[in-house]
């Protein structure tokens, strides 16, 4: 069969990314150029800068991924790119470029979506790896318990309540002074910390056994930093990092293994930034080798935004014939395909 190479476009948040993926899991280029200096003088992402910076990256980062793959355009079969969700200035440059270059050499144009290829990541350093599995997604913007039925076809069986995951992260790195990007900081300061030194609660979701909620945890980590503040106790930085981390861990943890023995999944995959969590996927490990569920995680320059991931998964799609038309459009509140 013919190699099918596809030239995939992410820009939904702060990354502007361009990736040459052959065969829907073989990486020929992944070229990410990150806007996390600019962001962090601002102490998070500032949509509009964001949407200023893709469109002065887009087309050195398309021209590095082409000259790393050893490609030209002729040489590319298909389009694919993020079209939500996410900010919507952001996703607007990365799906105008995607339309202008299809358009002009006539290639199929593939809109994908980002939480899809995020999951579709895992598909790129596990060739073996086939849907139908469960998968726990936790970024920036989302945090979901899905089953992934079919390529492109998911069954969401629980979703955060308020704050996904990476969010909670970035939260609680601002209330403790380390700044943003939120989670490898309170990664890297729970390493020196103890991770039972303060009881934060793991919240649950009455009656919805696989949804999250992460804003009561938040707010504990306040009270007890504004409670800290009133006593004049001395707070300790690397004690709250890594016993809010080991709070998240614990109830990621708890629901994804209770679904995977609720339906019978012995497989388990780790998506989006927050997998880059290394107290997560150690947590996750184990408790999957005890109960004899397969884990599966991406390497961490796949698990933040990339698009690599958005090529693997627009490749199921160009096989299966979808294609997208020259309306496809930003939609930053795009739902799960289910
Ligand atoms: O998937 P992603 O790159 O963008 C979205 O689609 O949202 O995820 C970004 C999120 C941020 O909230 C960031 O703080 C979190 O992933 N993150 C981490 C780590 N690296 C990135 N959270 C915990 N530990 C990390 N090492
Ligand atoms: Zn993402």
Redesign the pocket.
């Known amino acids: 069969m013919k190699d099918i190479r596809i030239l995939a476009i992410e820009s ?2 702060d ?1 502007t990314a361009a990736a040459v993926v052959r065969n829907g899991r073989d990486v020929l280029s992944n070229v990410i150029s990150s806007q996390i200096d600019l962001h962090t003088l601002y102490g998070g992402v500032v949509p509009e800068l964001a949407s200023r910076k893709h469109i002065e990256n887009i087309n050195p980062v398309i021209t590095q991924a082409l000259l790393d793959a050893g490609v030209t355009l002729a040489e590319i079969d298909a389009v694919g790119v993020t079209y939500g969700p996410g900010l919507v200035g952001a996703l607007l440059v990365g799906v105008a470029e995607a339309k202008a270059i299809a358009y002009a050499r006539k290639l199929p144009l593939i809109g994908v979506h ?1 939480i899809e290829g ?1 999951v579709c990541a895992n598909l790129i350093e596990h060739p073996e790896l086939e849907p139908p599995f469960l998968c726990l997604i936790v ?4 945090t979901h318990l899905a089953m992934m039925e079919d390529y492109g076809l998911f069954r969401i069986l629980g979703r955060t309540r308020d704050d ?1 995951a ?2 909670a ?2 939260k609680v790195a601002r209330a403790i002074g380390l700044g943003y ?4 900081k ?2 890297r300061a729970a390493e020196k910390g103890n991770p039972s030194a303060i009881e934060f609660p793991r919240g649950k979701v009455d009656g919805s056994p696989y949804d999250f909620s992460f804003s009561g945890m938040k707010s504990a980590v306040l009270n007890y930093l504004n409670h800290a503040a009133m006593t004049g106790e001395t707070v300790s930085q690397e004690d709250v990092a890594a016993s809010f981390q080991q709070a998240v861990v614990d109830v990621l943890v708890e629901r994804a293994v209770q679904a995977a023995e609720e339906f019978g999944q012995d497989k388990l995959v780790l998506a ?3 997998a ?3 107290a ?1 996927r150690r947590a996750l490990s184990v408790a999957c080798e005890n109960r004899g569920i397969r884990f599966y995680h991406p390497s961490p320059v796949l ?3 990339n698009a690599a991931m958005i090529g693997a998964a627009a490749y199921y799609h160009l096989i299966r014939g979808e294609r997208s038309g020259w309306d496809l459009n930003a939609v930053p509140n795009l739902p799960l395909p289910g």
Do not use: K, M, Q, R
Not at 139 to 142: C, D, E, I, L, R
């Open positions: 939904s948040c990354e980002h995020h970024s920036g913007g989302h996904a990476g969010e992260f970035d990007p939120g989670g490898p309170i990664e989006g930034g927050v880059a969590n290394s997560l698990c933040t935004d």
